[in-house]
């Protein structure tokens, strides 16, 4: 044991404390002995003492030689008072044997006397020092707990037995002492620091409290020893002795011999105003506190006449907690003691109280110790406390008490925090502008007291706060809680969860891929289709089609975004209908038959008439296919007027919007048309038209637009502008003068009309070669095409600049633009000022110079196109694009998400006529595959 | 509900082994039209028109709004005193107990070296080890203060301290330098807004520190500064370009000036007119692939930091700026001339009357819609 004790004072202590260490193990040894005499109690107190004055002796005459007196002062003090000290921390768990044997030890008193009736020739030393000392002593009543500790629990035994018998005698005595010491403590309090010279003073204090002690006064014996309180009278007392209040406390009192041990946390517990604190800092906080102060002040007062008795008792506890806690359960045994010493005489104190004048230093000291050590601020309590902290730990398991092991320890590190967050407390002032309360602003809480305000800022709480909220790098001990366990268990939970979120998410993955492959399967499907329908041109549109520009490769599939479904739904709309197509197609074919008739006719009577007319006739499916026919026949038919017939504008571009029945042919001459050769083709044209077919058709000749125009008389009535022209006429253009001078046949026809028709040659050609075969391209025209009708502002951009801008802007925009996406960005084109005065213009590539082909709008026309397009971008970029394509808006697309949200859907559904049908269609089919579904889940 | 596609037909197919219900719905934005991307598809049609005095314009404008030598001496010398004493603040951390610093960075304008004259404040970015609670943040404050009293006992240059929601700012008569506090990353969770400064503010400083750094290593060039300085000049005097945050314009103008097939950086009165183009072009709206900050984690769009009726506000404000300056009326756009009622009054250019541009963004009717255009606008 003492080995174990030895090592810790030794780590704990440095500089001057190291001096106290050598003593300490002298005790040890001694404590050792004695516990092996326990058998016999007195001797062992006898010896103990003993030992223990020895040590005393030995260590004040040491420090003397080693260091400054004061500091030697100190170290006694700081010595004795932890021992008690110690005792409570251990004992306070539960050890009612260990305060037994404390309350029942005259002995100890009587050690203590002699080692300090020894000390004056040390003591007269400056007392300011104790500032120092504080520091000191608090850091070695941890170190010296465990030899205490050792020695009480060796005890146990013989002590309970023991102080049954002795109390009653000695506990007097001892107490008596110790009062005096409270007092002395008390008086301290009173006088502060203003004693100059310690040693004048004491003997002024010690016969001064003698001397009341002298007469006792009756009145003053009103006084409930169980419930700590003095009672004004005689009357009033006997009736509290009656009250219930009282009865319970004394019954508490008497049963609580095992009861009391329940305490056993790390409580410590002020005897006097039977009040337990939790830590240390809370228990000095109350010894300093205006509660306990009353209660001591009762107390002296009460004590002054009668010191042997409840004065004593109270003290008792006083003095423990000055040199920090007592046992818990001390008072029961001090009570008993007190209780019976109440009816001893006072003469038998006498004695004791007389070894007891010497006391007081030792009290004294403690309590000075301790309010230094309150009033002192963390950095002296915060060096030494640390290794005394550490250190217990071992002795302790010594003494083969864990728990107390612990809780010690706990104690200690709750002692061992400097406080932070100064600053976050605010001192609350009156009118005087005196400190009436503090505020901590981390916890939010409010404190009267300067002293709670430096437990606070020691606190645990405190701490977490500051940690939280200030500085995260403090550290704070961790109180292993149920709500740890928790948190932690909760965070394995979910780490599992996690783990399995993964290998769900990685099949899902699995299956997606497969998925996709299945779909990329379909898109590629679709794909085709989509470039079938754009080679076929308009006459084999069947209606609106899933979007465009589908897998563009790898993964991303572009979904169909709203505006997509916008611009489509337009589309379909826009879309000419099935008659309509019809119409045109017969009235184009006639048409074109008939020309070529009329070729032939002219031909005949102009000279030798060629066979290979007849393959104009065939070549009717795609303009495409005839075009190059063209090409191939014009080298053979040189002598021909009339060389071929073509399709140009929407026709041949395939933009025929819904509405459009009028169609453009420009049959290309050999040489420049002429008003004669146009009467003649207007002659023959119906009759040759009745050949072909059955239907009626009226043509009529418009010479200034070198055109003919063929209306079928049958509903709904399709038109057919068949304009004449010949390449011939652009030749000239280069040298116009010359040429219009000299070649042209007198009544030629319009030159610009001419030009006009060789442009959309050309425009078809270019459309075919360029547009058609883009995504969403064709689309998007027809968008704009029927914008450009509708908006008067749009009215002026010619068809051939839109599709020029289109192309352009779609072509530059991207592999596969949808087109929603497509419609946005001409938007954005025209919005960033591409046809304004200062922007570059339109490059038209069907030219051979460099021409604008805007160049025809004015300056308040691109202006207002401008402004226009920007306005109609941020209509589609804020979802009201239904504003700018003139229709209502569709319904979101049904997700099964929105079966749970049905008044939205219905609300939708019911908005637009022209969506109503297709809603209903969907929620058919959608009906169908439930009930699909259905069957295969009942399979 | 820009969502996913595939006509009804195509669902049915799938329908067997298909989970209900969009499996992901994946943002594909938009790229919006730029010119000069794309300006071999749209070639000249015709000469280029007279830029000269528009250039001189611009760089007399530029002068104008560059902050004399005097003004950024004073600033300066601020700048240099305070950021060496929270330099020897971080050295010597035991000094000043409220906060422990980790790090200073000066930040903002006058780092990059965009300041504008008329607005002489610096900033620096102090990163605290430390929660920044408003009384640590008020003690840093007075501390600084009193060691640039120390260090300048001149009465005549009377220095204030104020703090505000973002730190404290100290000025002197020609300068002020604002101190911007946040912590460090891992504090930010930590933050209680009845104690701390604000955790978006924080943030928002970090971010300044990750700004800077960006602009120093990749916009060094003059002609994104001058930019710079004429956006934001653009920015105080038009009200409807108010939404735009000095990033905003530091990455547009970086991405006007550099951001070109050939890497040349455009000479400033191109790069000015293609700010302004791309703002009409719709590069801040929804559903736009705008531009992607380069000091966020993932692809974050800058623009929707603003609020939709904002990127409304922002691009038809600079619509109408675009149409006004393509009829020849930049000196008011630079403000050379006239004021600021250009944006939003109708007027006459050479015959031609310009509109200016209303707002097409509405409070959508239901509010599902609106809820949609959120998530359409927070998606990046």
């Not at chain 1, 337990?276 to 002040?297: E, F, L, M, P, S």
């Not at chain 2, 594909?28 to 007279?50: G, M, N, W, Y």
Request: overall charge positive.
């Amino acid at each position: 044991m003492a080995h174990f004790v030895y090592p810790v004072p030794a780590n704990a202590q440095p500089g001057t404390a190291y001096s106290a260490q050598p003593a300490y193990v002298a005790a040890t040894p001694a404590q050792a002995a004695y516990g092996t005499a326990t058998p016999r109690p007195g001797q062992a107190y006898e010896s103990y003492p003993a030992a223990h004055a020895t040590t005393q002796y030995a260590y004040t005459t040491r420090t003397q030689v080693a260091v400054t007196p004061a500091v030697s002062y100190d170290q006694p003090k700081a010595y004795y008072q932890p021992a008690p000290a110690a005792t409570a921390y251990t004992a306070a768990e539960a050890h009612y044997q260990t305060v037994d044997f404390y309350t029942a030890k005259p002995v100890f008193t009587t050690g203590a006397a002699g080692f300090t009736a020894q000390r004056p020739a040390s003591q007269p030393k400056p007392p300011a020092v104790q500032v120092t000392t504080a520091s000191q002593s608090y850091a070695y009543s941890a170190a010296s707990t465990p030899a205490v500790n050792t020695y009480t629990s060796a005890y146990n035994n013989p002590t309970t037995t023991q102080s049954s018998i002795s109390g009653t005698n000695i506990v007097p005595g001892y107490d008596a002492a110790v009062y005096s010491a409270a007092s002395s403590y008390y008086q301290q309090q009173q006088a502060a620091k203003a004693i100059g010279t310690w040693a004048a003073k004491k003997p002024g204090t010690q016969p001064f409290k003698a001397k009341p002690k002298g007469p006792p006064k009756t009145p003053q014996l009103h006084y409930c020893d169980v419930c700590k309180i003095s009672c004004a009278g005689p009357q009033t007392y006997r009736e509290h002795l009656e009250g219930q209040k009282h009865k319970k406390k004394e019954a508490a009192m008497k049963g609580a011999a095992t009861p009391v041990v329940r305490g056993g946390h790390n409580q410590l517990r002020c005897e006097l105003c039977d009040v337990t604190c939790t830590g240390a800092d809370a228990y000095a906080a109350h010894i300093r506190g205006a509660k306990h102060q009353k209660v001591v002040k009762l107390h002296t007062k009460l004590g002054k006449p009668i010191p042997s008795t409840d004065p004593v008792l109270v003290t008792t506890t006083g003095n423990s907690t000055v040199s920090v806690p007592k046992a818990t359960s001390s008072t029961i045994s001090a009570v008993g003691a007190g209780n019976k010493t109440v009816a001893k005489s006072t003469t038998s104190s006498v004695n004791i109280v007389k070894k007891v004048v010497a006391t007081p230093k030792i009290t004294f000291v403690g309590g000075t110790t301790l309010r230094t050590t309150g009033a002192k601020t963390e950095e002296v309590k915060a060096a030494p406390e640390p290794a005394a902290a550490a250190k217990p730990a071992e002795p302790m398991q010594t003494s083969s008490d864990d728990l107390k092991d612990d809780e010690h320890l706990n104690i200690l590190g709750e002692k061992d925090v400097a406080p932070v967050g100064h600053e976050y407390i605010e001192e609350v002032r009156n009118e005087q502008g005196k400190t009436v309360s503090f505020n901590c602003k981390l916890c939010e809480c409010k404190f009267n007291d300067p002293n709670a305000k430096e437990m606070h800022l020691k606190g645990r709480r405190h701490r977490l706060q500051y940690k939280k909220k200030v500085d995260p790098n403090l550290q704070v001990e961790v109180k292993p809680s149920i709500r740890a366990r928790k948190v932690q268990e909760d965070k394995l939970r979910r780490q599992s969860q996690k783990e399995d979120f993964w290998r769900r998410r990685e099949q899902e993955d699995r299956w997606r891929d497969e998925m996709r492959m299945e779909e990329e399967m379909y898109w590629e499907q679709h794909r085709r289709y989509d470039m079938e329908y754009m080679h076929r041109g308009p006459m084999g549109m069947m209606g609106p089609r899933g979007p465009f520009g589908a897998g563009p490769g790898p993964m991303i599939r572009k979904p169909e975004s709203s505006d997509d479904r916008h611009v489509n739904a337009k589309h379909a709309a826009i879309y000419p209908t099935e008659v309509e197509l019809q119409a045109v197609q017969t009235i184009v074919s006639a048409c074109e038959r008939a020309l070529k008739q009329t070729s032939d006719v002219l031909a005949d009577s102009d000279g030798p008439k060629p066979e290979e007319k007849k393959e104009i006739k065939k070549e009717e499916a795609t303009t495409d296919a005839k075009q190059t026919e063209k090409v191939k026949e014009e080298p053979a038919n040189t002598n021909r007027v009339l060389k071929g017939v073509m399709r140009v504008g929407v026709l041949a571009k395939g933009l025929l919007l819904h509405g459009d029945l009028n169609v453009n042919l420009v049959v290309l001459c050999s040489e420049k048309p002429t008003r004669t050769l146009l009467e003649r083709m207007a002659d023959s044209l119906p009759k040759q038209l009745a050949t072909v077919t059955e239907d009626k058709y009226e043509v009529k000749r418009c010479v200034e637009e070198a055109a003919i125009i063929v209306t079928a008389e049958k509903e709904p009535n399709p038109s057919c502008t068949i304009t004449l022209t010949s390449p011939v006429m652009r030749e000239a253009n280069t040298t116009e003068g010359e040429t219009v001078s000299v070649k042209d046949p007198p009544d030629v026809l319009d030159r610009q009309k001419c030009l006009a028709a060789l442009a959309a040659l050309r425009h078809a050609k270019w459309f075919q070669a360029r547009a058609t075969g883009l995504p969403s391209c064709v689309i998007v025209i027809r968008i704009l095409r029927d914008l450009c009708q509708r908006v008067p502002t749009w009215s002026h951009l010619s068809q051939w600049s839109m599709e020029l801008l289109v192309e352009k802007c779609v072509s530059s925009g991207g592999p596969n633009m949808s087109p929603g996406d497509a419609l946005r960005r001409i938007f954005e084109c025209i919005s960033s000022g591409i046809i304004l005065p200062g922007g570059p213009g339109l490059y038209d590539p069907c030219e051979k110079d460099p021409t604008n082909a805007l160049a025809s709008l004015t300056n308040q026309m691109r202006e207002d196109l401008t402004a226009s397009a920007q306005h109609a971008l941020r209509l589609v970029a804020f979802r009201q694009i239904h504003k700018v394509l003139a229709m209502d808006p569709l319904p979101p697309p049904r997700f099964p998400r929105q079966r749970f949200n049905n008044p939205r859907k219905r609300r939708h559904t019911g908005s637009g006529e022209g969506t109503e049908e297709g809603a209903e269609k969907k929620e058919k089919k959608e009906g169908e595959e439930a009930t699909t579904e259905a069957a295969a889940t009942t399979k | 509900m820009r969502g996913r596609g595939g006509p009804p037909m195509g669902r049915g197919m799938m329908r067997p082994n298909f989970r209900p219900g969009p499996p992901f719905r994946a943002f594909i934005p938009h790229i919006p039209f730029d010119l000069v991307q794309c300006e071999s598809t749209f070639p000249r049609a015709k000469s280029a028109p007279e830029e000269k005095p528009f250039t001189e314009a611009l760089l007399k404008r530029n002068v104008d709004l560059t902050p004399s030598a005097p003004e950024q001496a004073s600033v300066l010398a601020l700048v240099s005193k305070i950021q060496t004493i929270l330099d020897n603040l971080v050295v010597t951390p035991g000094a000043f107990e409220a906060a422990q610093i980790e790090e200073v960075r000066q930040v903002g304008s006058f780092k990059k070296g965009t300041m504008m004259t008329g607005h002489n404040v610096a900033d620096i970015v102090v990163l605290l080890k430390t929660l920044p609670t408003k009384e640590a943040v008020a003690a840093l404050g007075s501390k600084v203060q009193e060691e640039l009293k120390l260090l300048e006992p001149i009465e005549g240059k009377v220095l204030t301290m104020l703090t505000n929601d973002s730190g404290f700012e100290m000025s002197s008569a020609e300068a002020s330098v604002k101190c911007l506090i946040t912590t460090i990353p891992p504090n930010l969770k930590k933050l209680d807004p009845e104690l701390h400064l604000d955790g978006k503010i924080m943030q928002s400083h970090l971010a300044a520190i990750r700004h800077s750094r960006w602009f120093e290593e990749n916009a060094q060039h003059s002609s994104i500064k001058v930019l710079i300085r004429l956006l934001k000049d653009l920015r105080n005097r038009f009200e409807g370009l108010q939404p735009l945050t000095p990033w905003i314009i530091e990455l547009l103008s970086h991405f006007a000036v550099v951001n070109h097939p050939s890497r040349q950086p455009l000479a400033i009165n191109g790069a000015f007119r293609r700010s302004l183009q791309l703002l009409s072009a719709g590069l801040f709206l929804p559903g736009s692939v705008g531009i992607a900050d380069p000091c966020e984690q993932g692809t974050v769009r800058v623009h929707v930091v603003m609020t939709l009726e904002q990127q409304d506000q922002v691009c038809f404000t600079a619509q109408t700026l675009l149409r006004v300056l393509s009829h020849g009326g930049f000196k008011q756009i630079l403000g050379l001339e006239g004021n600021a009622s250009i944006a939003t009054e109708m007027s006459v250019w050479e015959g031609v009357v310009v509109t200016p541009s209303d707002k097409a963004y509405e409070k959508i009717e239901k509010k599902e819609d609106e809820e949609e255009m959120e998530e359409d606008a927070d998606e990046s």
